[in-house]
């Protein structure tokens, strides 16, 4: 490669050293656990990193409904989603989400840190998310993704 070009990673090269990671959720800070799990699934923590290809790892999540908001977050934050009619507007609080679907805020959480695009929705498609500690990837052999915290 000559002195001064920036290399863009191929398909072959950003399908080739793919890893899977698994994340223990419990008691970790959504945010903070979200974001990066959001850098794993980009690929940003690869030196192949290349913006316009999906280069990230897969990433297992397991006990998704012990995640923890800081604050008054756990009370108060709702959830919007819209049906785009006039008056279609949904608001969810945190408590009916966590009985129902526990894995769905550290999905969430996620999706809205990835790219708006199909790429981002390829790249979403690479994250495992289960309420329990229990996860059906057991043959991946998944490594402990070091966090922050």
Known sequence: MAKGTTHSATKAEALKGRKWWLVDANEKTVGRLATRIATVLKGKHKPSYTPSMDTGDFVIVVNAGKARFTGKKETDKVFFTHSMYPGGEKLTP???????????????????????????RQMLTKLKVYAGD???????????LPLAQ
Do not use: C, F, T, Y
């Open 94 to 120: 945190m408590d009916k989400i966590r009985a129902r679907h526990p894995e769905d805020i550290v999905l969430n959480a996620v999706r809205r840190m990835l790219p708006r695009s199909a790429l981002g």
């Open 134 to 144: 229990k996860h059906p990837h057991a043959a991946q052999k998944p490594e402990q």
